[in-house]
């Protein structure tokens, strides 16, 4: 009984918008909180779906490899919302979502089944169709592009994608109001000059090169402007605005041409969110607050203001790692030459090495790692030799690191390492007396000509405590 009640109050809270993280955490759909979501984890979901009662569950169609493609059916309305989610095979957050969703319309089914109160209020207003991971083959790859490699969000006109094909029939068939097309951005995209992530961003597509308004893409940016206090709120400085020059190919705007209110959602990077679980729970908090928004119609109350004061994405804006203000040595190694920043990015959007983006000044950047080596000197490590088997722990890699070396050479095969820590060996860009870009990723900075700090591969040994800062291990 406790447990209903408090998951009644929970219910309450986030259908009125109160609600805390723990409040959503009752209807996070457990298993979904990772880098890669495929068919496999939701054929379970989709099969528990397919057996109650307030919902419709088809099968579209199939991907190219033969995987099913669900279409699930929510609502009588007259108002029709297609959302679709994971078109790009690598970008699984709303997907999460959308199971989320579900299980509090469930809870709010099961509350209504028990004591004839609590149903869904906007289910008389609105039909609302979703489509979650229309591109299951590119999930499984853990890859933007479909079987073919060909980018179904790209397809929207030429329709060679079983994908995309189903998504354009889908629409054909449904005629929606209103559409929802769900994605993942990458995590160096910046909200505007606010040196911090676009952890959501929005966009009304365009659907001509004039980027028009007419009133279909009207009601989307207003859809936009009535969910920005929300966000606000939510995230202070950390929503963007997508850019809005018009792709032809591409299903919003296309959609938005045939006078479907389009929005665009991208769920961004945040720190220390890996997984991106407050996108996810925010994409919630969003779907939530449409279908209040568009089952009324209040979203008309608002105008574009709030939607043309969100500032734009600013891609490249946000950085994994920045060191700040490491003096480079002169050449003969006496006094400071010039006092730089090294800024690294991951690459591979965030699953690639480190790299070393830009040396000098990055105070234009917003950073998930930031350390401020005031007082430090850049020193190229020394080398090495792996001539016999070397077994390396804590204490004596810490002590070859103070000692000024930075990597190892030669037979990788040699060196067994127990120390726990992460090590280069043969890495690039290590000689000379100066980093050099997209090279130097493995260096150490010195104090009074006291190893301080050891960079390996872009992660971080402080040699005082043998501690690690790993920037590149998620966000
Ligand atoms: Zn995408």
């Known amino acids: 009984m ?10 309450t809270a986030v259908l009125s918008g109160l609600a805390s993280a723990a ?5 996070t759909t457990p298993g979904l909180a990772k880098a890669q979501i495929t068919h496999s984890d939701i054929a379970p979901l989709i099969s528990y779906y397919q057996q109650q009662n307030w919902l419709e569950v088809t099968e579209l169609g199939r991907s190219v490899e033969q995987r099913p493609v669900y279409l699930l059916k929510i ?25 989320d969703l579900l299980a509090i319309i469930d809870a709010q089914q099961q509350q209504h089944a028990a004591t004839g109160k ?11 169709y979703l489509i979650p991971m229309l591109n299951p083959d590119g999930a499984e790859r853990n890859s933007r592009y479909n079987a073919l490699g060909i980018d179904v969000n790209r397809d929207a006109l030429a329709l060679q994608t079983p994908e995309g094909q189903l998504l354009m029939q889908a629409a054909k068939k449904i005629k929606p109001h209103y559409g929802f097309n769900l994605h993942d951005q990458n995590r160096y995209h910046g909200a505007g000059d606010n040196k911090k992530p676009a952890t959501i961003s929005l966009l009304a597509p365009a659907y001509n090169e004039a980027r028009q308004i007419n009133p279909s893409r009207h009601a989307a940016m207003q859809l936009i402007s009535a969910v920005k206090p929300l966000l606000d709120k939510a995230i202070p400085e950390q929503l963007g605005r997508y850019d809005d020059e018009y792709s032809m190919r591409s299903f919003g705007d296309t959609f938005s041409g045939m006078g479907i209110s389009t929005v665009l959602v991208e769920a961004g ?3 220390n969110d890996p997984f991106r679980q407050l996108a996810r729970q925010l994409n919630v908090q969003l779907y939530l607050r449409w279908l209040e928004l568009i089952s009324s119609g209040s979203y008309r109350d608002y105008d574009l203001s709030g939607y043309n004061s969100i500032p734009m994405n600013n891609s490249g804006g946000m950085k994994d790692l920045i060191i700040s203000n490491i003096n480079l040595p002169k050449v003969d190694g006496k006094g400071v030459l010039a006092r730089v920043d090294l800024a690294f990015t991951a690459g591979g959007n965030g699953r690639g090495s480190a790299g070393l983006d ?14 401020d080596a005031s007082g430090m000197a850049y020193q190229a490590g020394k080398a090495y030799p792996l001539v016999k088997p070397l077994q390396l722990t804590t204490d004596n890699y810490l002590k070859l690191l103070a000692d000024g070396y930075s990597h190892f050479s030669g037979d990788a095969g040699l060196l067994s390492n127990n120390s726990g820590l992460p090590v280069a060996i043969n890495p690039r860009g290590v ?17 009074d000509n006291k190893v301080q700090l050891a960079v390996i591969n872009g992660r971080l040994i402080r040699l005082a405590d043998g501690s690690l800062i790993d920037p590149f291990g998620g966000n």
């Open 2 to 11: 406790l447990k209903h009640v408090s998951l009644w109050l929970a219910l």
């Open 23 to 27: 409040d959503y955490s009752k209807f």
């Open 75 to 99: 609502g009588h309305g007259e108002r029709k919302v297609l959302a679709w989610s994971q078109m790009h095979g690598d970008e699984p957050t709303a997907t999460a979502a959308i199971f």
């Open 118 to 128: 609590g149903g869904p209020a906007w289910l008389d207003e609105i039909s609302l």
């Open 269 to 271: 990077g945040n720190y």
């Open 358 to 371: 830009e040396i000098g000044d990055a105070r234009i950047y917003g950073a998930y790692h930031s350390l």
């Open 431 to 447: 000689n000379g007396p100066w980093p050099q870009r997209h090279a130097s990723t493995t260096f150490l900075l010195s104090k």
